[in-house]
């Protein structure tokens, strides 16, 4: 099986479109997933912003899924170890140094 991400540079992270993180779970509130860290944001920049604030985030997944007033659901994640393919997700890498 091939499978192609497409990379691209946003702010502070990379951008790669058709793939999502497998576990690298970390617990946030106020949660919609108990196992994991899923909020729901306005909009790229306030879920960087979130990302930034949370010290163990190392990537977000925007999923193709929002709540019933619109907002958009997004894991956030602690690594990125484990990509695999989701034509319906994207994730944003944190950049480090």
């Known amino acids: 099986m091939s499978v192609m991400f497409t990379f691209c540079f946003v702010s502070e992270y990379n951008r790669v479109e058709g793939a999502s993180i497998v576990d690298e ?3 946030c509130w106020p949660s919609y997933h108990h196992d994991g860290c899923l909020l729901s944001v306005f909009d790229l920049n306030e879920a ?3 990302c930034e604030s949370h010290s163990q985030c190392k990537a977000f997944v925007w ?4 709540t019933w007033t619109g907002r958009q659901l997004v894991f956030f994640k602690a690594g990125s170890r484990n990509l695999t393919p989701d034509q319906n997700k994207v994730i944003y890498l944190k950049m480090t140094d």
């Not at 999923?63 to 929002?66: H, I, V, W």
């Open 25 to 27: 779970d970390y617990r």
């Open 48 to 50: 960087i912003d979130v």
């Open 63 to 66: 999923t193709n899924q929002t």
